[in-house]
């Protein structure tokens, strides 16, 4: 039964991806958006691989379906809220219309963390998802573009009630990789790793004993608000948390 | 006497002198009359919060909740719900706003000072944000900010004090800011004196903000925030409680003549400082700032971004007050407009509409008045002389007719017919009467010159005014000659009444 | 005496784990226990993080070469240790966790150990697998950040597990006098 099921999911899931695989992304020097009191000049940013685009419901179907530990009515609530894939009818069930292609939300960082792990991946670091947020379709560095950060801002107009496009629907960037600004927010592994404190705007007031040694992170660019709303959603998270407007995806080692 | 006029002077000086003495800054050790003060946070604490909690009542824009009418510190429970939604700024415009309780500005929040306040604030599942809230009237870090960080779908809570007095904002303080203030997070907190407030028959609750958005003022459909603009400081609308109209038409404001009216007005910005005026009344007390003590008799106060005020007028007379922010430019090209409709009995000897409306000749008029005048008091005394009657006709006509008919009563050829030696008074110099009270449209033939114009009639002219003038045409340019009294013109008008015309 | 110590701890290392295999019902679905992490204490001795489960735990998560608030930590645990009674005291477990597995080996943690002078039955100092840092974070509700140098920045709280391994209580009063509130959730938890 489980075997047909796939074998059902496949077309679901190879329609969602003429867009498929991972990206070869060289790396290099970066100036962050986020400024951290320990940091010596520019990030360096190690090659790796990412997901061109995020994970779909009928991706992380077919990993819930091999790991039935990660059913919303099996997992444990330590690892996934009571939100967990919510929007799907079924635990191990998508509806027909069009669900399966779009990105997949409603997952914890635990659960992306795992889908990950078994393809031999793991979630992307902030600097590497940022570096590759960096680009529009035709400049690999597009932060200081007016033009490009109204674009983003432009989302957060757009009210969550209206549903997903399909993963993958928009122009490749100049790394190949798509929908990393405007569709949804994505985990990052060091997510808590984001240290903001609850009232941002003490930046630069040393309460030092709140984060052990060096003070809390400053958002160095002040005009890169996009950077500063997705830290800041990042920070407000826990592990086991979910959101409809939260998704996913994958980063490979480069060896 | 000139010797002690000459000594005046220096009396004079010895006196003010004298005079200066007394109001010159005190001595060192002198006691400077205290201000009265209400003693501060210090001062705030009254202890344990007594009783059972009770749960706050909350109300959406512009209603304000009940006095508390506590007497003693109370735990009192918040619950403030964040909320992303799309509404209407303007008419056909529509907008992302993020709202504390589902409307902008966010519920009003009304607790006594020296209460102990629960507070627990939820983010909406389906807000793409986190949030926070800062309230102005908390004594703590961040205001409540670093408390209460809630992710979309989570609740958090925290605790506080109101140990001050006084009206104050709220809004929410994640970063970035000013945007998440650009859409709409802010509200009012009144924190009451321990003594409450006088009793007012009306309170409402107005707040002012300014929005930024990528298109122009009114451009139709949604509209994205502009950051650019944002932080240019180039509002594209500057509202009360969040909309264009959310104060107008049929959401005004109400009241009675002869009723009391408190406003709680804030203003949540991001940007702009509030000139706020209410047209037509003048504010009878200010509490400026929101704070402690209150100016009176002020027609437009200052209330600055991330601040209140409070005020309270008596209304008086019926009729529409506009509120406005008095950057006038704001009022009438941005939307900072709202109503506080009066209704109730006129009062004329307060205010008493319009009562004259004349015609003012200006200099051009002034010799000639003088000939009107004349036969005015010739009249009067039944002594009216035709030729008193033709020298104020020709006053009259100047004024008012020759602007078509010309000076000379030659008319425009084609356009208005001629007065002069006119064929059509001619045959019958009684029409003349008809034409200057019903005007005269449709083709008529002058002179074997037809004429198609609208002449309107002279409504505007009384009795006398018509029949002078009509004299004097019909003694002019070889016209028949002949008179036409004040008498028969009321006769004439009363026969055939004349419906009222735009003044020619 | 140190002998005897040891191999009092020695036994009580193998007793624990006994103890809690036999007839206990299934684990808490909201227990942290559910993360199959491993870790490896200040002996050398490699143990499943539910082999902790029968004793409520205080837990906290550290580094040794942390200089500023790390010991503040230690200190905040001992305090809570103090303010109990010998009966209570021996009922609580107190696990610390290494922020840097890379660096904090046991040799490194049996040092720490002897320095701070923690009694070696009732205070584990474990090391975990690397993989496993961020996730046991999560379920402990502590933020960390690797830094340039090796140091990290962390938050500081204390975690109150109950027998079970749910979270009953945190504080992040942490140093000096205990948070008296949560003083009060240890000891109802240590209630037999």
Known sequence: MRALLVICLLPLVASAGEVTGYARIAGGDFITALKYEDARGPTKVAPFDIMRRPVTNAEFLAFVTRNP????????????????????????????????????????????????????????????????????????????????????????????????????????????????????????????????????????????????GAGALSIDDRENYAVLMRVAMLSSLGGSDTTMNLGFRCVREVR | MKRLVSLLPFVFVFVLAGCDRAQRAPDAGAAIPAQVTTGGSKGGDFGPPQGEPVKAVLTSPPFVPPATGRTQPAKVIVELEVIEKEMAISEGVRY???????????????????????????????????????????????????????????????????????????????????????????????????????????????????????GKYREKGLQGFSMEKAIDEHPTYVLFNGGEGALTGEKALTAKTGESVRLYVGNGGPNLVSSFHVIGEIFDKVWY?????????????????????????????PGSYVLVDHSIFRAFNKGAVAILKAEGPEVAAIYSGKEVDEMYLGDRAQPNLAAVANAARSAKAGAL???????????????????????????????????????????????????????????????????????????????????????YVLNSWGNPGGRVSSDEVAKRRKEAPVAAAAPH | MKRLMLLLSFVAAFAAPAAAE??????????????AAYFTDAQSRRFAWNAKRGQPQLVSMFYTSCKFVCPMIVDGGKA?????????????????????PARDTPAVLLRMRQDRDLDPVRWTLARPQPQDVRAIAGLLGIRYRALADGEFNHTTVLVLLDADGRVIARTEHVGGLPDPVFLAAVRRTLVP
């Open chain 2, 289 to 317: 700032e929101g704070g402690t003590h209150f100016q009176e008799n002020v027609q437009t106060t200052l209330i600055p971004a991330g601040g209140a005020a409070m005020m309270e007028f008596h209304v008086e007379v």
């Open chain 2, 385 to 471: 002389t035709l030729d008193e009657q033709i020298k104020a006709g020709q006053a009259l006509f100047a004024g008012t007719c020759s602007t078509c008919h010309q000076g000379n009563g030659q008319g425009l050829p084609g356009v208005f017919p001629p007065l002069a030696k006119s064929d059509y008074f001619a045959k019958d110099p009684t029409r003349i009467v008809d034409v200057v009270l019903r005007g005269l449209s449709g083709t008529v033939k002058v002179n074997g010159q037809a004429y198609d114009s609208v002449m309107p009639p002279m409504s505007q002219l009384t009795d006398d005014e018509a029949a002078n003038i009509a004299t």
């Open chain 3, 80 to 100: 809570i240790e103090q303010s109990l009674s010998a009966a209570e005291r021996e009922r609580l477990g107190v696990t610390l966790i290494s922020l840097d």
């Open chain 3, 22 to 35: 036999s007839t206990k019902p299934p684990l808490p679905r909201d227990s942290v226990y559910q993360l």
């Open chain 2, 96 to 214: 992302m706003f993020w709202t504390f309780g589902g409307t902008v500005p966010g519920s009003f929040i009304r607790v006594r000072q020296g209460d102990t306040v629960e507070f627990h604030l939820k983010n909406a599942p389906d807000s793409k944000m986190p949030h926070n809230i800062d309230l102005h009237g908390v004594t703590g870090p961040g205001g409540g900010a670093a408390s209460s960080f809630t992710a979309p779908g989570h609740a958090s809570r925290f605790t506080f004090k109101a140990l001050n007095a006084g009206l104050y904002v709220y809004h929410c303080a994640t970063a970035p800011v000013g945007m998440h203030v650009a859409n709409g997070m802010y509200g009012l907190i009144l924190i009451e004196p321990p003594q409450g407030l006088s009793k007012v028959d009306r309170e409402y609750y107005v707040m002012q903000g300014d929005f930024y958005t990528v």
């Open chain 1, 69 to 212: 530990a990660w059913r919303r009515d099996r997992v444990a609530p330590v690892f996934a809220g009571p939100d967990y894939l919510a929007h799907w009818p079924a635990p191990a069930r998508l509806s027909p219309d069009g669900l399966g292609g779009q990105p997949v939300t409603r997952v914890s960082w635990y659960a992306a963390n795992a889908y990950c792990e078994e393809q031999g991946a793991r979630l992307p670091r902030w600097f590497e998802w940022e570096y590759v947020a960096a680009a529009d379709e035709t400049r690999r560095d597009a932060r200081r573009d007016p033009a490009w950060r109204e674009r983003i801002l432009g989302w957060y107009a757009r009210p969550s009630s209206r549903s997903l496009p399909r993963s993958g629907a928009q122009a490749a960037n100049a790394y190949g990789v798509r929908d990393l600004h405007g569709v949804v927010w994505e985990w990052t592994d060091d997510y808590s790793a984001l240290l903001v404190s609850g009232d941002n705007r003490n930046q630069g007031d040393p309460d030092r004993t709140q984060f052990c």
